[in-house]
């Protein structure tokens, strides 16, 4: 071991320097400042509260209040560290309900900054004190009708290596409207005003919905399709609103999350949210949620973080079950705001009763020369003959065998668009209707990929066929979990491998033998593939476990997403009428139909307002 350094001898540190230690905990940058004295000033049941800052809060920060204020006699003691009013006993705090209870916000900052403190208590004089750099000025008399302002000046002017830290003047500007855009979010009762040099950024009057003070932050499209939610359970409460997967953006800051009034980051919860989001978002997707959680206090543990962002729950399993389902049901409940049935399970708690079908019969596709329905067996609300739609088997083949269905010389033909437009049509085509799946009509297929459907409520649906076939081989993957059907192959392909290859192998090889391959290690850089999941040939098997090793996959569920999509049926392929059918019938009973795996939308849905639009008609 080297030489230990010659000891000092054990000295108890200047009340000034213990200050400016424990302030760089909680005071980290003007931002904090501004959390820890608009705290203050709720604490103190203000109802207005303005903030200004200048210079991004490294000039000035001036936090106005109408709350309860302070007597004279105590502006010393609350420029002190560990003095608090708020509690008094242990117990008061496992049962905090204040925001501030560690009695050093204040002094912390006095100790960084010259501030200057005017209060009015109730039946008292309004009086004043300053702290420069730690060191307390005299009480004296001052003018205040009532209430408390706080003007920070200079924040981290006498420790240069803070002032360091600091990003550019307008990050730090941003992040102390942030700090109090997400106490306006949790306090709607509240008043509270924004300024930054010399601009008013925000104004929220007391006693507003989330709703309107979101939408000063959030873009208007996000705010449209906002999904309020609510639920109690066991004591414990979780509401706010969602934002629709539609509208979702590439950034993780709109996840905003308040545990008993308090805003915090919390892994628990993000990861809730994101669970709850899966499979309707892109990978570069964010959730956007404001969500308020209400806990028992000694279920919450606040004080684990001296800024007391972070919060430690005892319940942890609970609050995340309890905060992924609300989102899912919330998420669900209005599906992709499609169509009305959304992905509920069957069974599912809280299914209303369908709406009755709003369908009005109209000429088919092939009546007005658009499409025409090779067959119009009409297919009823029977069960899914194949939960894989189309035998797995068949896969490789298919494009041979829809061809060869479609070049079949027949009657009923397909015609181009429009092609015999004057071609007299025949007594069957004149009756028919479009086949229906349910409450659903299906019209035809456009562009060899999409499948337009009648939906209940009248809306046109537009069903990508590979998104729509990938959630349902998805499906069935999951349902049948890891026992993946194998096929032994008659001529083993051998594969070489490079070096990240060969790792990933060693690490999806459990997975990818649950999905059915058997593969086998002749060397460190070969791999001999064996057999084969029954969907896949020789050649798609090969393609896969490529992409496989190649890509992001790092579970089973990340092959399984991976499965679907090298199997599924792609964009271009035309479909039988009967075809569409089944895919069609197989789709509307899986889960999170709406979307693909990968969280691209399944369907889209036309209304008559976006018709309206497209029309010009207003
Ligand atoms: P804490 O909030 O943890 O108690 P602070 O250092 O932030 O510690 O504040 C110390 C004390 O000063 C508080 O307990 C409170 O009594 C008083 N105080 C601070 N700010 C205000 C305010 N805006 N209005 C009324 N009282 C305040
Ligand atoms: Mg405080």
Redesign the pocket.
């Known amino acids: 071991m080297d030489q230990l350094p010659i000891p000092r001898s054990i000295q108890l540190l200047s009340s000034e320097l213990t200050d400016q230690i424990a302030a760089g905990e909680v005071v980290e940058r003007p931002a904090s400042v501004v959390k820890?004295?608009v705290?203050?000033?709720l604490?103190?049941g203000?109802t207005r509260i303005s903030v200004e800052i200048e210079r991004g809060g490294q000039g000035l920060i001036r936090?106005t209040?109408n709350?309860?204020?302070?007597a004279a006699d105590?502006l010393p003691?609350?420029l002190t560290r560990h003095?608090?009013?708020?509690i008094a006993t242990f117990h008061d705090l496992l049962n905090v309900a204040?925001?501030?209870?560690?009695?050093?916000?204040?002094?912390s900052v006095g100790s960084v900054s010259r501030l200057r403190l005017v209060?009015r208590a109730e039946r008292h004089e309004a009086a004043a004190i300053a702290a420069e750099h730690g060191r307390l000025g005299e009480v004296e008399p001052a003018a205040l009708a009532s209430?408390?302002i706080?003007e920070v000046r200079d924040l981290f002017a006498n420790v240069p290596a803070r002032l360091k830290f600091l990003k550019s003047l307008g990050t730090e500007a941003k992040r102390c409207q942030d700090a109090v855009s997400r106490m306006a979010l949790s306090r709607l009762d509240v008043g509270f005003v924004f300024k930054a040099e010399g601009r008013t950024l925000f104004r929220f009057p007391p006693d507003q919905p989330l709703s309107s003070r979101l939408a000063a932050f959030w873009p208007p499209a996000i705010c449209e399709g906002l999904l309020p939610f609510d639920r109690a359970r066991d004591g414990r409460r979780i509401h706010g609103l969602a934002g629709s997967p539609q509208k979702a953006q590439g950034r993780a800051d709109r996840m905003l999350f308040f545990v008993n009034g308090r805003a915090v980051q919390d892994r628990v919860l993000s990861s809730a949210a994101r669970e709850a989001y899966k499979g309707r978002l892109l990978a570069r997707e964010y959730p956007q949620v404001v969500a308020f959680l209400e806990l028992p206090p000694e279920e919450v543990d606040v004080n684990v973080h001296p800024a007391k962002m972070e919060v430690r729950f005892r319940e942890e399993q609970s609050v995340f079950l309890l905060v992924r389902q609300t989102l899912q049901d919330a998420l669900e409940a209005t599906g992709p705001a499609l169509y009305a049935d959304a992905g509920r399970a069957p069974g599912e708690a809280g299914t209303a009763a369908a709406p009755p079908p709003r369908w009005r019969p109209a000429p088919t596709p092939a009546q007005l020369g658009l499409v025409q329905p090779r067959s119009s067996r009409a297919y009823g609300d029977s069960q899914a003959e194949d939960d894989t739609f189309f035998p797995q088997p068949k896969f490789p083949a298919y494009r041979e065998y829809t061809r060869q269905v479609a070049e079949e010389p027949s009657a009923e033909a397909p015609s181009r668009p429009f092609s015999d437009a004057g071609r007299e049509p025949s007594a069957a085509t004149q009756e028919a209707r479009p086949p229906s799946i349910g409450d659903m009509r299906y019209l035809g297929q456009i562009a060899d990929t999409y499948l337009l459907l009648g939906l209940p409520d009248g809306t046109l649906g537009i069903l990508d066929q590979h998104a729509a076939h990938e959630r349902i081989l998805y499906a069935a993957m999951h349902r049948r979990g890891r026992s993946g059907q194998s096929m032994p192959l008659a001529l083993p392909v051998e594969m070489h491998l490079h070096e990240a290859q060969a790792e990933k192998l060693a690490e999806l090889g459990d997975e990818l033998a649950a999905l059915g391959f058997g593969l086998e290690r002749p060397s460190h850089g070969l791999v001999r593939i064996t057999s084969t999941p029954s969907s896949l040939t020789a050649g798609a098997a090969r393609d896969y476990i490529e992409a496989a090793l190649d890509g992001q996959a790092t579970s089973l569920e990340d092959l399984w997403v991976l499965m679907s999509c090298k199997t599924a049926l792609k964009a271009g392929q035309p479909l039988a009428q009967d075809e569409a059918l089944r895919l069609i019938e197989a789709w509307r009973a899986v889960p999170d139909r709406y979307y693909c795996p990968h969280g691209r939308p399944a369907l889209v849905r036309l209304g008559a307002g976006e018709l309206e639009r497209l029309f010009k008609r207003r």
């Not at 709350?67 to 302070?70: E, F, H, N, P």
């Not at 003095?83 to 708020?86: G, I, L, P, V, Y």
């Not at 204040?98 to 002094?107: K, P, Y």
């Open positions: 820890e004295l705290e203050n000033a604490d103190a203000a936090i209040d709350g309860s204020g302070i105590e003691l609350a003095a608090t009013s708020k204040s925001f501030g209870f560690r009695g050093e916000a204040l002094a209060s209430g408390t706080i």
